[in-house]
């Protein structure tokens, strides 16, 4: 029954079902996806999990100061030196932000630094539902006021409102990452097809499956709680636009053989289903499942990741098996125009650059994977260098904003923690013992007398060092220290440090957890799918493989060429699941295929056949994923930058090495062992390779 529920795309009349269906489903899903962004949350408390000390500190600072609100804090330099003019324009100023809407409270300043060449005011505002957009409106606001009557006085507002306002910004280019990632599919799927109509259907099948996840997860994020951040939509956007296209290409490859075989499209189809979707639901099967196993970690942001990529994930698998194909019987034949498949047509032969790197590897698999394995290594043991312990928020674009370049002036004029303080909340009783604490802490200043509400006291203080710079962790890290040893005091540190300490503290239990939960799953899904263990072993042994070089090359990359000022603490673990799931992607591709020939064929000649059969179209959907990816760096994130390019260059590797090189050698050397111990093991008949023109010609039968 689910052989033949599988082919109901490709019936007569169903085929307009489907169509029907899709349309039905698509004309409001693209009113709610439009409104994806309202339900984000890139506030810190959204972030954070609910035991972190810094999310608890959020809660309890509520009483004493207007909750969810930022400091923006303006700096005025004049490198002369500040005039008694340029004070009365920053009072007349602060007065004005009180008129702002979204600033609370009476701002803090103008404040002269002791070098007389610069004025700080700090300002709070209220992020409130809008989030970082909210937030961007009140600093151009600001921005507008402080422009007026400047006379060469510079203007910049930094700190976390201004970093806010700046992300904002950033984020703003994820629409304009949709339109990138289809140039890029439709390039891509040009060069592969050399056909100028058939690249747009897969590209509008991806663009449907990507509209209708936005709205199935703006549904949730509403109705369900799901949390969704601005690193989700540029995330999904590739992940959809990418792996859907890969499905897409897998699917229209095998149907291009079936036309050649069958005069009923429509039965061409069928055959390709049935034979096609059994990989492609396992690939789609270990991706989303491998994203689902990220429900397990405590960083919200992670833990919010992975179920809305996974339905991006099988939203895209559904798009691919029922829409795509169709579209393709609908379109008929001449959608492949100039090159229409025609019926009793001679199979071309794959004697291409596969079959003869096949053949090469036959001469001696042994040698070639034990080489391939040794390089690889070689490029893993390089990941030692990568500083995955947060990114300084002066380091998080890629371009020069002006919450960086207010920061680089505060630095210089003011202590470079000013305006953005460490909050230590505590038992009203212990606050002054507390406060003797917090004063003898190196690297902290202006520790500030105890605001008293209720029983709960509010004490302050400024980092010497800029947040979220290895100093100031350290410093906040001795803080807490210190003010915990105060005995029945029940003190917690938080502030915008403290928010990136626990966060690498988060990501590191999350990565020690998640990580092999992912492969153990990873493991069932092939052991089930090849009814084997021999081959699921070695395959996620390589795809380990093929990460750790990923991570190697990446880290050398950061440090010594682009000059990364460090990677998010959550960074290698979500790299880690992209890479992990879409490279046994490629390998269930490929091994399925493998597994198919080698019942005819044996083992040894099957993996040769399997490698001419699948090698252009898994090529292919290499590089279609590895370019939605490399888009990323289109967006003036570091943190874009760095899953972008690791990613792009893991499936790239995966691809054209892993796969391709260290997969089909190992299955040469091991033989029929690697499907130990189904019945297809028990085979004993398993003859040598034939020359690598007669493996192609088999791959065409």
């Given at each position: 029954m689910l052989r033949k529920a599988l082919t109901i795309p490709s019936g007569r009349r169903a085929k307009w079902l489907v169509l029907a269906v899709w349309i039905a489903v698509l004309v409001p899903a693209l009113m709610f996806a439009g409104r994806l962004g309202d339900v984000e949350k890139n506030d810190n408390a959204a972030w954070l999990p609910g035991h972190a000390?810094?999310?608890?500190?959020?809660?309890?600072?509520?009483?004493?100061?207007?909750?969810?609100?930022?400091?923006?804090?303006?700096?005025?330099?004049?490198?002369?030196?500040?005039?008694?003019?340029?004070?009365?324009?920053?009072?007349?100023?602060?007065?004005?932000?009180?008129?702002?809407?979204?600033?609370?409270?009476?701002?803090?300043?103008?404040?002269?630094?002791?070098?007389?060449?610069?004025?700080?005011?700090?300002?709070?505002?209220?992020?409130?539902?809008?989030?970082?957009?909210?937030?961007?409106?009140?600093?151009?606001?600001?921005?507008?006021?402080?422009a007026k009557d400047a006379d060469g006085l510079g203007f910049h507002v930094t700190g976390p409102a201004g970093y806010a306002s700046d992300s904002a910004a950033a984020f703003g280019g994820v629409g304009a990452l949709g339109m990138i990632s289809a140039v890029v599919v439709v390039v891509i799927l040009l060069f592969t097809y050399r056909s100028p109509v058939l690249p747009l259907l897969p590209l509008l099948a991806a663009g449907g499956a990507l509209v209708t996840s936005e709205a199935l997860i703006y549904l949730l994020a509403r109705n369900a709680g799901l949390t969704v951040n601005a690193q989700t939509s540029f995330v999904l956007t590739v992940l959809v636009f990418g792996a859907a296209t890969d499905y897409?290409?897998?699917?229209?490859?095998?149907?291009?053989?079936?036309?050649?075989?069958?005069?009923?499209?429509?039965?061409?189809?069928?055959?390709?289903?049935?034979?096609?979707?059994?990989?492609?639901?396992?690939?789609?099967?270990?991706?989303?499942?491998?994203?689902?196993?990220?429900?397990?970690?405590?960083?919200?942001?992670?833990?919010?990741?992975?179920?809305?990529?996974?339905?991006?994930?099988?939203?895209?698998?559904?798009?691919?098996?029922?829409?795509?194909?169709?579209?393709?019987?609908?379109?008929?034949?001449?959608?492949?125009?100039?090159?229409?498949?025609?019926?009793?047509?001679?199979?071309?032969t794959r004697q291409g650059v596969w079959t003869r790197i096949g053949g090469a590897i036959a001469?001696?698999?042994?040698?070639?994977?034990?080489?391939?394995?040794?390089?690889?290594?070689?490029?893993?043991?390089?990941?030692?260098?990568?500083?995955?312990?947060?990114?300084?928020?002066?380091?998080?674009?890629?371009?020069?904003?002006?919450?960086?370049?207010?920061?680089?002036?505060?630095?210089?004029?003011?202590?470079?923690?000013?305006?953005?303080?460490?909050?230590?909340?505590?038992?009203?009783?212990?606050?002054?013992?507390?406060?003797?604490?917090?004063?003898?802490?190196?690297?902290?200043?202006?520790?500030?007398?105890?605001?008293?509400?209720?029983?709960?006291?509010?004490?302050?203080?400024?980092?010497?060092?800029?947040?979220?710079?290895?100093?100031?962790?350290?410093?906040?890290?001795?803080?807490?220290?210190?003010?915990?040893?105060?005995?029945?005091?029940?003190?917690?540190?938080?502030?915008?440090?403290?928010?990136?300490?626990?966060?690498?503290?988060?990501?590191?239990?999350?990565?020690?957890?998640?990580?092999?939960?992912?492969?153990?799953?990873v493991f069932l899904i092939l052991a089930l799918l090849l009814r084997a263990i021999v081959a699921p072993l070695l395959l996620i042994v390589t795809v380990v493989l093929s990460f750790g070089a990923a991570l190697g090359v990446s880290a050398l990359m950061f440090n010594h060429v682009f000059d990364f000022g460090g990677a998010d603490a959550a960074f290698p673990l979500q790299t880690f699941v992209f890479l992990v799931a879409l490279g046994i992607d490629y390998n269930i591709f490929l091994v399925t295929r493998v597994r198919e020939e080698s019942l005819r064929h044996g083992t040894r000649r099957g993996a040769l056949i399997g490698l001419s059969a699948t090698g252009g179209v898994i090529t292919s959907a290499g590089l279609v994923l590895a370019g939605t990816f490399a888009a990323l760096v289109t967006l003036p994130l570091v943190l874009a930058a760095q899953?972008?390019?690791?990613?792009?260059?893991?499936?790239?590797?995966?691809?054209?090495?892993?796969?391709?090189?260290?997969?089909?050698?190992?299955?040469?050397?091991?033989?029929?062992?690697?499907?130990?111990?189904?019945?297809?093991?028990?085979?004993?008949?398993?003859?040598?390779?034939?020359?690598?023109?007669?493996?192609?010609?088999?791959?065409?039968?």
């Open positions: 000390e810094a999310t608890q500190v959020l809660d309890d600072v509520r009483q004493f100061q207007a909750a969810d609100t930022l400091p923006a804090i303006v700096v005025y330099d004049r490198p002369d030196g500040v005039t008694e003019a340029d004070v009365a324009k920053a009072s007349a100023d602060a007065a004005a932000f009180v008129g702002i809407d979204g600033v609370v409270g009476a701002p803090q300043g103008p404040t002269r630094s002791q070098d007389g060449k610069a004025l700080q005011t700090v300002v709070q505002v209220r992020q409130g539902a809008g989030g970082w957009s909210a937030v961007r409106e009140v600093v151009d606001a600001m921005g507008a006021v402080g897409a290409l897998l699917l229209t490859s095998r149907y291009r053989e079936e036309l050649l075989r069958h005069a009923d499209r429509h039965e061409a189809m069928a055959v390709a289903l049935r034979r096609s979707s059994p990989a492609i639901i396992a690939s789609a099967a270990t991706v989303a499942v491998g994203l689902l196993v990220l429900l397990l970690a405590t960083l919200n942001s992670t833990k919010g990741l992975g179920p809305a990529c996974a339905i991006g994930i099988v939203v895209g698998l559904l798009a691919m098996v029922t829409l795509m194909p169709a579209l393709l019987v609908i379109f008929g034949r001449w959608i492949f125009w100039p090159r229409r498949p025609v019926h009793g047509a001679p199979a071309p001469r001696r698999p042994r040698t070639v994977w034990v080489a391939t394995a040794l390089a690889l290594g070689a490029l893993a043991f390089a990941v030692t260098g990568l500083k995955a312990d947060g990114i300084p928020s002066k380091d998080q674009f890629t371009t020069e904003t002006q919450a960086v370049t207010g920061e680089e002036i505060q630095a210089r004029h003011f202590p470079a923690g000013s305006g953005d303080p460490v909050y230590v909340v505590a038992r009203a009783g212990s606050a002054e013992q507390v406060r003797a604490a917090l004063s003898g802490v190196p690297g902290l200043t202006g520790v500030t007398p105890p605001v008293v509400r209720n029983d709960r006291a509010l004490i302050l203080g400024t980092l010497e060092a800029a947040p979220n710079s290895d100093a100031a962790v350290r410093t906040v890290e001795a803080a807490r220290t210190a003010v915990h040893a105060v005995d029945g005091a029940d003190a917690k540190l938080g502030g915008s440090t403290a928010i990136t300490l626990d966060i690498q503290r988060s990501a590191s239990r999350d990565s020690t957890v998640v990580m092999p939960v992912v492969l153990l799953v899953i972008g390019f690791t990613v792009a260059f893991g499936v790239l590797l995966d691809t054209l090495i892993v796969r391709s090189v260290l997969v089909t050698a190992l299955t040469l050397d091991v033989g029929r062992w690697m499907w130990w111990p189904s019945k297809l093991f028990k085979r004993t008949d398993d003859p040598a390779p034939a020359a690598p023109e007669r493996e192609a010609a088999l791959a065409m039968r």
